[in-house]
């Protein structure tokens, strides 16, 4: 693992545009150093990881591969520092280390962490950093997790982090996962392509859409579709960069009509989090936002339904048994590409390819 | 490991009897899957899971031996899902799993599970069988286990729950220990039958009692003497349970007079948690319901005295140095016998006995 | 390891002279068992810890080396007691025990262990001590450790205790470590002898200070400066052990013109969380008594800064990418001064010290 060091200081840092910032955040050979954004992963990038990960979910099936996966990172540990509560995120990253063999710390809660108030955060990283080799970083603040980044390549014990969320602004490792269960999907009727991809539910504040969508424009022949209620419609934000991309993209609220032309419909739930004035969310009608028997009915039968968890009433249990429903499986790969950006952060890609080439016979 | 699937709805489940529910409990071979029930176990199980308990314990005495148990079931990961804390019930749990190889997850108190309270719980547990293969669950719901059992029999993704108490109602691994305490405390007394055993304390309120209880009708002319002041003593349904099946057991509140027949005395604290009115407990008079010097010359010199512990002001502390005093050896056995039945659970009892066997030489 | 059976009880126990304690909390090496004061330490032992430490240090540096120490003390487990939150400590001996292949478990506060407050700490260490190898106890209280070391010596079920704070009382542990970072920083320089060390800050309150000062006279020729505002100045107790044992110190409040003379300069941070009277510590003025540019460019250019972490505005962010500042790397000398402590506990020094010969051309 080449580390990229950083000899600029803070001020001089932000003044970089994102592509002059790629230098300090990708190891050399073109694979994530820290994982801040999901814009570092282009489409060559995100079909690596995507391999990464089905090697990784092969070679767990026999019990032989998951005690050759323990070897695979277990001369690193890593530093869960989580100051948002999310246990699925936190277990996925904990269960994502634990098949590779890396050995966890965490901080987790206020109560445990509230010796690290009198402290400057950035004191609690260079904490961190002295004992662990990694750290998989969750915070409520926007910008956070790329502040101590660059705090930390610029240290004299430079070590990697993965934003595990920061804010509204990025949680890189959700897109990812979203790309992932999309090429899995859609692995045997033609790949991540010609596709329509559908989203539905509060689009203006979730950053999984925005993350998702702006990664889908890296797919040739994508068209999205947008559906929700007006006061919760996509950003221009969103639209601005679909529009310079020249992607085929389209606003609507009327779902059911979107439906039977979806190859994947992606539902998201209403982020009443961010309301600013509490309830507002409350008085918007999302009846006709949500997935249930009706909309499985008008849903093609090589179709997903995919959504990042949690759910409230979205998405009707009633789905829950039909194999169009992706959700859980979603989740899972979570889990694997997780795995498999743990292990290409630290360059052991190759133990890996070696590895399930080997066994290749035993594997399918 | 064959995996109980079970395609009954939820409604369907619930209608069937203890009986018909076994077959969605239980592996093929007969030893548990989900383990939800103390019931679940009859005399020849419960002496398969001491003998297992036993070789891990002898096996863990070398160094070599503590090598060997890592590996024995070093291919699965364990949640551990603690709604209701119990760090002693939890450590138990957690050192069971760390012996036998299993890496573990966790969430155990409130601040960091908050996130799912937007979720069902069922979608809280679909999200841990994701990332995990053994789920180990506390929690205050009555009966909450069962129904998180049948959710995963009835999944694409089944995984074994064990439950470590439900509320008032069970606690099966609390009385898998307390007979394997009993079976090795009578190994060379001719084992536990035709013994006395006596409850003393609030037995109304204590699951640990009903459930010790219904097992002890498994064993040979046992006989069971239950002591408490009347507002404690207890509860029809243990006693119907026990004249429907001839069971041996009278009830009395004179201590001291049923001391010096007991070859074992079960002591119990005041479970002043489940007052109605808050305090009732408190004007009880429990001050002749207590095991002290006194008692101990009372009691045979080949008895024992047990408590599931935490333990108040019912056993002096004066007790603790006798070697008749069995609470913590009781409670180191938990360990074991959850070793044991995880590792059973798993389908991994022939390696254990395998290794016990050709390393016989050197044990004892 | 051989282990210190006391069979004294605690009222007989309590009576004995430091050195008469002694018997109980070392083996028969020489080597602590139970860690719970500095002064267990004498410099031989200091040196042999130190020595440890180095060795394992240069070991972690490859794979290989990683690989090989995490099967040192790979057949214990440690128990993590800290019912005060100490983020930092708490993860310096949470990656000393990684390093070592000890697995852990922990109550590390007050929501998850409230199951707990019904029983005496008294069961709740008993209850670690069943199903753990190792008790690492952090605890507000003054004394609580020796008395639980002494309860464990005194059980059927002895195992040792390591003092990770106990209140204003003892941290042995961070002492240990500052004695380490000295010893390593003037390797090159003539050694720990002949030294000026200045303490600055609040040295009255500080248990940091008091332990290494009192650990400092084991060395040839050490002269201690003490710097402060009047009202904070090391206390009577320290300034008689250091009378009576004929050590070089001296008083000040003149924090600039003590600079020049030092070796090491040691600061501290206002432990305003003692205030007795809340505020008072808010109307000294302190100000004098920060470490900035200025001072840094008074400082001999082989003299060190330490710190004990966490700090506040006592030392400038400005001084941290000076050579000089040597607290990050106190910091991680924490982590390792730790596990060679622990790999000692377990009679584990002869393991390591076999492989850093072996594999001695290799290193350095």
Known sequence: ???????????????????????????????PYHTLFAQQFNRDLLGQLATLANEIRFIAKSRKGTEFLKTVVSHKRAMLYFSQPSSRTFLSFLSACQILGLQTGEVRDTATSSEF??????????????????????????????????LLSNS??????I??????????????LDIYTLLRSFEKTGGLQ??????CGDLLRGRTVRSLSQLLVNYPKIR????????????EDVQNFLTDRQANFELTDDFQSAIPEADAVYMTRIQD??????????????????????????????AIVMHPLPRREEISTEVDGDPRAMYWRQMRNGMWIRAALIAMTFGCEQTIHAYFKASGTEIV
Chains 1, 2, 3 share one sequence.
């Open 1 to 31: 693992m080449a580390k990229p060091i950083c000899e600029l200081n803070w001020e001089a840092y932000q003044t970089l545009s994102f592509q002059e910032k790629m230098v300090y955040l990708m190891q050399s050979g073109g694979t």
């Open 117 to 150: 108030k009198g402290e400057s955060r950035e004191d609690a990283v260079r904490t961190f950093s002295s004992y662990f080799d990694l750290i998989i970083m969750r915070t409520p603040e926007k910008g956070l997790a790329e502040r101590m980044a660059w």
């Open 156 to 161: 004299e014990r430079p070590i990697p982090i």
């Open 163 to 176: 934003n595990a969320g920061s804010g509204q602004d990025q949680h890189p490792t959700q897109a990812l």
């Open 194 to 199: 010609e596709k329509t991809v559908l989203f």
């Open 224 to 235: 999205q579709v947008f559906v929700a209620p007006p006061q919760l419609q996509v950003g």
């Open 273 to 302: 989090e961010w309301d600013q004035s509490k309830g507002e969310s409350a008085k918007i009608d999302t009846s006709r936002f949500r997935f249930g028997k009706t909309e499985l009915d008008l849903l093609k039968s090589t």
